[in-house]
Each structure stands twice: as structure tokens, then as C-alpha cells.
């Protein structure tokens, strides 16, 4: 076992393996209430996204949204929102989480070009601040700590 692994797993982190795509992302397996799905982990994302069109599979509650969303050479997104969501990543689990709903055609669009698989969603650092998350990039492993309750 190596020594980061072992340091974290003490420090109760729970580890989940990443696997890098093609287009250099990395793709991460998540439930979202209960439901399996595919994510990419984005650091640089605000918050956590679920594409329109998964609305139904997560059994998502939304509403509208005045906040609109962006990304690198994008213009503003209409949004609508999910609130007092759970997820769990692994052993990692989350209660009471936000996700922010969009229209994923996009980003699916360039994944799939791209010859890789596309997504339903994003994990981003609002999940991963919660968890206090640490990322091994030369291990392809993120890990996440609980949190107390």
C-alpha cells in the first residue's frame, strides 16, 4: 500500500478510481438519488450539473433557476435547479446537495466526437469541497472524507 493511500484511508477518506478519458477528462461513476450515472469530475465547475434530459432517471425535483451557467467559451446557459438531492460516490455519501440542471447536448456533442462515452452529468467543487477532496493524478484515485454527523 502506498503511503498517501494508507495517511488518507486513516484519516477516514474513502478512495474511488478515476478513469481518464480520451479527451484528458476524468470520469467518475456516482448515485444520484440511488440512481447510477456517468460524470466527469470538474474541478473548475462551480457546482454540480445534471443534464436536462436526465431530469426523470435521478428523480429529480427542479425548479426554475435565475442563475445561468457558462464555461470556457460558452455564453450563458438557462439553468433550473434541484435542491435536497443524495449522492454517493463510492462509500462517500451526501445528503441535502444542489444540482444545477442544463442542457448537457454540448459537452456531449465534443465527448462523443471525440470517441468518448458522454455523460450525464459533472461532479464539481462544491461536492469536492465538502468531501475535503484530494486528487492522485498519477494514480487516477480520488479520494473524499465523510462527513460527521
Known amino acids: 500500500m502506498d503511503d498517501l493511500r494508507e495517511f488518507l484511508t486513516q484519516k477516514g477518506y474513502h478512495r474511488i478510481k478515476l478513469k481518464k478519458t480520451i479527451t484528458n477528462h476524468f ?39 435565475e442563475h445561468k451557467a457558462s464555461g470556457a467559451g460558452n455564453s450563458e446557459i438557462d439553468t433550473q435547479i434541484a435542491k435536497k438531492n443524495k449522492i454517493n460516490i463510492g462509500k462517500f455519501k451526501l445528503d441535502k446537495v444542489p444540482l444545477i440542471l442544463f442542457d448537457l447536448n454540448h459537452i456531449n456533442t465534443a465527448l462523443v466526437s471525440h470517441d468518448a462515452n458522454p455523460v450525464q452529468g459533472i461532479i464539481g467543487a462544491d461536492i469536492l469541497h465538502k468531501g475535503k477532496a484530494i486528487i492522485d493524478y498519477g494514480k487516477k484515485y480520488l479520494y473524499l472524507l465523510s462527513q460527521k454527523k
Not at 33 to 39: A, L, P, R, S
Not at 40 to 62: M, Q, R
Open 27 to 65: 470520469e467518475i461513476k456516482a448515485k444520484i438519488n440511488d440512481v447510477k450515472g456517468n460524470f466527469i469530475l470538474d474541478t473548475g465547475a462551480s457546482g454540480s450539473c445534471i443534464g436536462f434530459d436526465d431530469i426523470e432517471t435521478f428523480k429529480l425535483n427542479s425548479e426554475a433557476s
